[in-house]
């Protein structure tokens, strides 16, 4: 079971900003640990977008931010768009398990 | 640019082993600081690290997985092998491999993934 927890679904109308939060611990992001956002469109690997808590790669919009404060981090979608239906999950590090984790996932509908 | 691809059985029995492959390019798995690791997916669920193994062949692996996880690296085939051992059908899932970047606990690249189903 996923030690991060995020809304299963979200939805917005076009050009509506959607936030997606990711609630973790203190042995997670609450001990320091950095997290990172992935997005997986339909049938596909995930792809990295957001690292680092804030930082975009290369080639990701700038429609898509990253926050991170106490226990919890954010991934805010501005400007939704079509293409941004997919999944997405959090990541970070816990020093409890010793691992890496996810979270459980949140389904971003544009209606 | 940097490349992963996974390959294996596609239909395992249970109680038998899964051995999967990933094979990699554009980047060298003797360089400090690199690791590759492998992550799963059951179908319609989340993600869940698997194992990991660094440059200097320390290897770290899912606690709850421990005992049947064993993750190895060919540097020489710029290759990662996983092996999990007494497969059951709650396995059932697409199997990724990933780089993780040297400097951060972040996946950056990720193969296409390889579904693997258990099933007699």
């Known amino acids: 079971q996923s030690v991060l927890t995020q809304p299963p679904s979200m939805s917005g109308a076009p050009g509506q900003r959607v936030t997606i939060s990711c609630t973790g611990s203190?042995?997670?992001?609450?001990?320091?640990?950095?997290v990172h956002w992935y997005q997986q469109l339909p049938e596909t690997a995930p792809k990295l977008l957001i690292y680092?808590?804030?930082n975009r790669p290369s080639g990701v919009p700038d429609r898509f931010s990253g926050s991170k404060s106490g226990t919890s981090a954010s991934l805010a979608i501005s400007g939704l768009q079509g293409e941004d239906e997919a999944d997405y999950y959090c990541?970070?590090?816990?020093?409890?398990?010793?691992?890496?984790?996810f979270g459980t996932g949140t389904k971003v509908t544009v209606l | 640019q940097i490349t992963l691809k996974e390959s294996g059985p596609t239909l395992v029995k249970p109680t038998q082993t899964l051995t999967l492959t990933c094979t990699f390019s554009?980047?060298?798995?003797?360089?400090?600081?690199?690791?590759v690791g492998w992550i799963r997916q059951p179908p319609g669920k989340a993600l869940e690290w698997l194992a990991l193994v660094y440059w200097d062949g320390d290897k770290r692996y899912r606690p709850s997985l421990k005992s049947r996880l064993t993750i190895i690296k060919d540097t020489s085939k710029n290759q990662v092998v996983l092996t999990m051992t007494n497969m059951d059908p709650v396995d059932t899932a697409t199997y990724y491999c990933?780089?993780?970047?040297?400097?951060?606990?972040?996946?950056?690249?990720w193969g296409q993934g390889t579904l693997v189903t258990v099933s007699s």
């Open positions: 680092g808590n804030n």
């Open positions: 990541q970070s590090y816990d020093n409890s398990l010793s691992g890496y984790v």
């Open positions: 554009g980047f060298s798995l003797s360089t400090s600081g690199v690791a």
């Open positions: 203190s042995s997670n992001i609450g001990a320091g640990f950095d």
């Open positions: 990933a780089h993780k970047h040297s400097a951060a606990g972040v996946f950056d690249y």
